[in-house]
């Protein structure tokens, strides 16, 4: 299994860009010594760029969702969302996602180039500067003990793992790096199953994949790029396959398609090879799931990947796991020519107005109906969002809280201690968000939807007391959430994942940190909102 060749084939295949920078390597008897400063510069643009750009590829996948027949209506506005979002982050102010993610870096060096220095080093050091100079959230905590915690700062450490290939041309060695960053939403969406080989029969691998696709919810905002892996040697290999898939680094894998008369000889017992059949099938199976791009509907997926690998006569490893909304991935390298960074889509507009024209959704979002206050009383607040049915679409203006995790353990703590708990819980609903840091003349960073499950355990503590009794997150709501919200009348509504910088630019009117602020990104806010589109959970 040579995934250094697949590498290879992928970057043919990529638009790439230099660097503007002085700094070179430099070609010496067959050898590119390349300094340190190279590696920084190269990943501090890197990591700039995919919290502000996308690829071309996603946003055509994007805009294309929007424009078919069967999009419903709830969809169509939140696609249109996320397009508008893509537009104001390629301002290069307000990222993407307010979850810049945790930075990983792949890298494939071959023996003939050179660093005499520490690779993981210099490349975390770019890393770092990166996210601390565009003001990209530091979403990292690192433990002071067990259970203690506290944010790095930084978003450091960064996973690193660079991989010694064969020598390739010995007249341009090529130092070739792949940069990604994932949120923790996507993340904790991935999913590892020892699976035995009794799945191997088409009926029971539906079975299994319709049961797991169901399960992946809309907690990490989709519409999701979805990638399968089956087999592998061990389950390191087979998750690493995995998030390598999510990237779209491997997709020149060799195809099989199980459905065309001629698929089983197009490949021969290939180590690795992309299963075009099953990939068609998984995309039935998302788009018949009902769970649609978070508000129900079809599109949950936007594509899929099923690579399929070796594996060991007693187990069969599955492992599944998606790249969000914010897909941020890209490749780039260090030759004898200089830095080169793949090309992103750095003025989206004319591209999405082009495809814009040429959709035509079913229906289009009616602004002027459902607009509801959270200014009014909490009970009247209840009482009328409790009258309307599940996906049901909304306008709100007023005020709410901002608060998460960290947030509700402090609230936690006051209950064990016998104090109580802070006068506006009992005022304003709870917005379970952590935005970026605030860019100069923004009134926030940018700012979307946390996952919402993640607070159920706070349920009965909190709305017992009647504190809570309105929030706003994405995704599901577990059990201990519904049996609080059924016995003390709470509500849920949904607001869009995935379009953290248009709610930054359009709909917050103010921010103010209220309490916690040594909480960092997981402080407790104040906001104010305008014309905020939410979904009734």
Same mark, same amino acid.
């Given at each position: 299994m040579d995934i250094g060749s697949l590498v290879e084939k992928r970057f043919a295949k990529t638009e790439f860009l230099p660097l503007k920078t002085s700094l070179q390597g430099a070609f010496r008897d067959g050898r590119l010594f390349v300094l340190p400063a190279c590696l920084e510069a190269l990943a501090a643009e890197a990591f700039r760029r995919i919290a502000f750009?996308? =690829?071309?590829?996603?946003?055509?996948?994007?805009?294309?969702?929007?424009?078919?027949?069967?999009?419903?209506? $709830? +969809?169509?506005?939140?696609?249109?969302?996320?397009?508008? $979002?893509? !537009?104001?982050? /390629? +301002?290069?102010?307000?990222?993407?996602?307010?979850?810049?993610? @945790? /930075?990983? !870096?792949?890298?494939?060096?071959? +023996?003939?180039?050179?660093?005499?220095?520490?690779?993981? @080093? @210099?490349? +975390? =050091?770019g890393i770092g500067a990166a996210y601390n100079k565009h003001r990209l959230r530091a979403s990292l905590v690192a433990p002071v003990s067990f259970f203690g915690e506290r944010n790095t700062g930084n978003n450091l450490p960064a996973q690193i793992r660079i991989e010694a290939t064969p020598p390739g041309n010995p007249a341009d060695p090529c130092y070739r790096f792949l940069f990604t960053a994932k949120g923790g939403g996507s993340s904790n969406r991935t999913s590892y199953f020892p699976a035995t080989p009794g799945i191997l029969y088409p009926d029971a691998w539906d079975g299994f994949l319709r049961e797991k696709i169901e399960a992946l919810g809309t907690a990490a905002c989709p519409p999701y790029r979805l990638a399968i892996v089956a087999g592998g040697l061990s389950p390191e290999q087979n998750l690493e396959i995995l998030k390598l898939a999510t990237t779209e680094t491997l997709d020149e894998a060799p195809c099989f398609d199980a459905a065309s008369p001629d698929g089983a000889s197009s490949v021969y017992a290939p180590l690795l090879f992309r299963d075009i059949f099953r990939e068609k099938r998984a995309m039935e199976i998302a788009e018949n799931s009902g769970l649609g791009a978070q508000a129900g509907g079809k599109r949950l997926v936007l594509d899929v990947r099923v690579l399929r690998l070796p594996r060991h006569a007693a187990t069969f490893p599955v492992s599944i796991g998606v790249s969000c909304v914010a897909h941020r991935s890209m490749l780039g390298f260090i030759n004898k020519d200089g830095v080169f960074l793949e090309r992103l889509e750095e003025n989206p507009r004319l591209l999405i107005s082009k495809a814009l024209k040429e959709a035509k959704p079913s229906v289009t979002f009616d602004i002027k109906t459902r607009r509801i206050s959270f200014d009014m009383p909490m009970t009247e607040l209840c009482a009328l969002l409790g009258g309307f049915e599940a996906g049901c679409a909304l306008i709100a203006d007023g005020k709410l809280l901002v608060a998460r995790d960290a947030a509700h353990l402090a609230w936690r703590g006051l209950v064990e201690r016998g104090e109580p708990l802070p006068d506006y819980l009992f005022k304003y609903p709870v917005f379970y968000a952590g935005p970026s840091e605030t860019p100069p003349g923004c009134v926030t960073g940018s700012i979307g939807p946390t996952t919402s499950s993640r607070m159920d355990g706070f349920a009965e503590e909190l709305l017992s007391r009647g504190a809570s009794l309105v929030t706003v997150g994405k995704g599901r709501r577990g059990g201990a959430w519904k049996e609080a919200a059924d016995r003390y009348g709470g509500r849920y509504l949904c607001a869009a994942g995935g379009a953290a910088a248009l709610i930054a630019s359009r709909h917050i009117v103010s921010a103010t940190i209220i309490d916690y602020p040594e909480l960092a990104m997981e402080a407790v806010r104040l906001i104010e909102v305008k014309d905020l589109r939410l979904f009734t959970g």
């Open positions: 750009f996308y =690829r071309k590829s996603h946003l055509s996948l994007l805009a294309a969702a929007y424009g078919k027949a069967d999009t419903t209506a $709830n +969809e169509s506005s939140l696609l249109r969302d996320l397009l508008d $979002n893509a !537009v104001i982050a /390629a +301002e290069g102010s307000l990222p993407l996602c307010q979850d810049t993610g @945790a /930075a990983s !870096v792949y890298g494939w060096k071959p +023996e003939g180039v050179v660093t005499g220095a520490d690779d993981r @080093a @210099a490349l +975390e =050091r």
